[in-house]
């Protein structure tokens, strides 16, 4: 049996974590693992993360804890909510399948693979027996990352004629003569779009628009991709997939990137040959990269800059769903529905962005954008993890809606990027299903953010590289018992040996036997079965 107690991170810190949470908290839904099992739960699955940065471990651990909430069991195996109460758009047992890839790619660095697993069976039976269009995702793409870490073959031939039967299910919305798909905004979970309202040419918001998007394309893309993977590890051809996402990828290049605004961007839904792309830059511009979907030393890295701008995505709890400097930017209290994606920072979007921007700086060669604004922008992520409210005016309440208080950690739906105030929240609280409805959300990732992206955990099928993006003046950080493959990962960085005594330098260990060191923080890679360790 795998040693779980931990080595190098304080004994104490976890149990500090919880015990704040619980205090704070207002326990309206339980599941499967109540907040009285929450330190139980976490400590028997969770990575453990010891850092100097107090705003990014509070937020890990907190990410950690409301995750846990969203595990129920059911008579069909366990699944995943995006909710804690009820909503009426959800399906059997409160699930959506829209976040579904964000609970899988989080949820994959829990130890115990079954929460998982019987949630990617389940969801797949459930949208596979539906006649009505669902939400998008990435099924096969978030299967494969799943398996990387929890290596289960049994698991991936099973699941697999799903996984397949789903990508062809959405052929349906091939454009004719094209190989680009389109799919309505609202249905990718992003509704009142900028660019849905310019490809209506309407002075008002627009609830859900058809177009060519770049979410749809690169999810069937990294799909194809993925189905390719999963069959030839199973000693299957992939080669049809591995055809259908080079010509996808060369086509979405051709016709979604805006050579005027320098980003990928939506396109009609029935383009002609003389049609371009839309002219706004939408943060959704970025997700291509979350597939490695665009060819290197192409220029198109070149977007990367609006991340940073001021007038683009950048604001103090951003990024922004829509560039600052567009007419179409807004931020609304009075009109429309509570969900738009026409200007407020969404959590969803913020985490596609992020793993997006950790393939780039992994994975890519380029000069536009820095370990440094991943780091900042991982900060301002982190930062919005509390509760705050404001009135529809934009000042600041002095009295908070009990029982919850100012400051509290929390995650909700979307946020105001000026203010850090929760939008949607802002706007619904106040109707029957308001109070609650975002408490908890769970609709994006944030501990793979900071597991894979970074600390550079970077698993693969026959190895795992280890290349942390921390900040140069960190002096110290492990990241302790990550799994991969039966095995129990740990990185410690001590820069003069006095932090952990282990010596100085990093420190890779496999199932607590130190494997390899450096000086530095550099790159590193373990091959499976490269050593007595593996």
């Given amino acids: 049996m795998q040693n779980l107690v931990s080595i190098f991170t304080p004994p104490q810190l976890l149990t500090d974590y919880v015990e704040k949470f619980n205090r704070s908290d207002f326990e309206h839904h339980k599941n499967m693992f109540s907040n009285a099992d929450a330190e139980c739960f976490m400590r028997d699955n969770i990575p453990l993360l ?61 130890r115990n693979p079954e929460f998982v697993s019987d949630y990617m069976r389940f969801l797949l039976k459930l949208i596979l027996s539906m006649d009505e ?3 998008s995702y990435w099924a096969a793409d ?22 397949e039967k789903y990508y062809q299910r959405m052929q349906a919305y091939r454009v004719p003569g094209s190989e680009l798909y389109h799919y309505s905004d609202m249905l990718d979970g992003m509704e009142n779009t900028a660019g849905g309202r310019l490809l209506m040419q309407s002075p008002e918001l627009v609830f859900q ?56 961007t939506c396109l009609p839904e029935d383009f002609q040959p003389e049609d371009e792309p839309v002219d706004v830059r939408e943060q959704i511009g970025f997700i291509p990269w979350y597939f490695h979907l665009p060819e290197p030393d192409k220029g198109y890295e070149s977007c990367w800059r609006q991340l940073m701008d001021s007038e683009g995505f950048s604001a103090p709890f951003g990024p922004t769903t829509c560039e600052q400097r567009h007419p179409f930017f807004e931020l609304n209290y009075e009109n429309g529905s509570g969900c738009q994606w026409c200007g407020p920072s ?46 529809s005016k934009g000042e600041e309440q002095k009295e908070p809606t009990a029982p919850f208080s100012f400051g509290q950690p929390w995650i909700d739906e979307s946020i105001d990027p000026r203010f850090g105030n929760w939008l949607t929240r ?23 953010l900071v597991i894979n992206g970074l600390i550079g955990i970077r698993p693969e099928m026959e190895k795992l590289v280890i290349h942390p993006l921390t900040p140069p003046d ?54 499976q079965d490269s050593s007595p360790a593996l």
């Avoid at 995750?67 to 129920?72: A, D, E, L, Q, Y």
């Avoid at 609280?429 to 959300?441: A, I, L, N, S, W």
Wanted: glycine fraction near 6%.
């Fill in 50 to 110: 010891h850092c100097p940065d107090k705003e990014i471990e509070q937020a890990y651990y907190f990410r950690w804890w409301t995750f846990r909430k969203h595990i129920r069991e059911t008579e069909e195996g366990v699944v995943i909510t995006e909710f804690l109460p009820d909503v009426k758009w959800a399906k059997k047992h409160n699930v959506i399948s829209c976040p579904s890839g964000h609970h899988v790619r989080e949820g994959r660095w829990l």
């Fill in 133 to 135: 269009r669902t939400y």
């Fill in 142 to 163: 978030c299967a494969w990352a799943f398996s990387l870490i929890h290596k289960d073959d049994n698991l991936l031939a099973e699941i697999l004629p799903g996984l």
């Fill in 209 to 264: 628009v058809e177009s060519v998007r770049p979410t749809v394309n690169s999810y069937q893309y990294g799909d194809a991709c993925a189905l390719a993977n999963i069959k030839e590890h199973l000693g299957q051809s992939g080669s049809d997939y591995r055809r259908e996402a080079q010509a996808l990828r060369s086509e979405f290049q051709q016709r979604l990137w805006n050579k005027k605004l320098g980003f990928f």
């Fill in 346 to 391: 969404w959590p969803f979007a913020t985490s596609q962005t992020l793993t997006a921007l950790a393939n780039l700086l992994h994975d890519y060669e380029q000069d536009v954008i820095s370990e440094t604004d991943y780091f900042e922008t991982l900060k301002i992520y982190a930062a919005s993890h509390h509760f705050r409210e404001r009135t």
């Fill in 426 to 448: 802002d706007r619904i609280k106040h109707t029957p299903e308001g109070e609650f409805r975002g408490k908890d959300y769970n609709h994006s990732t944030f501990c793979d």
């Fill in 474 to 527: 960190w002096e110290w950080f492990c990241l302790e018992k990550i799994p991969w493959q039966g095995h129990l990962i740990s990185v410690i960085w001590d820069r003069d040996g006095t932090k952990y005594e282990v010596g100085a330098g990093l420190h890779i260990y496999v199932d607590d036997q130190k494997w390899a060191h450096s000086d530095t923080i550099k790159r590193h890679v373990i091959i």
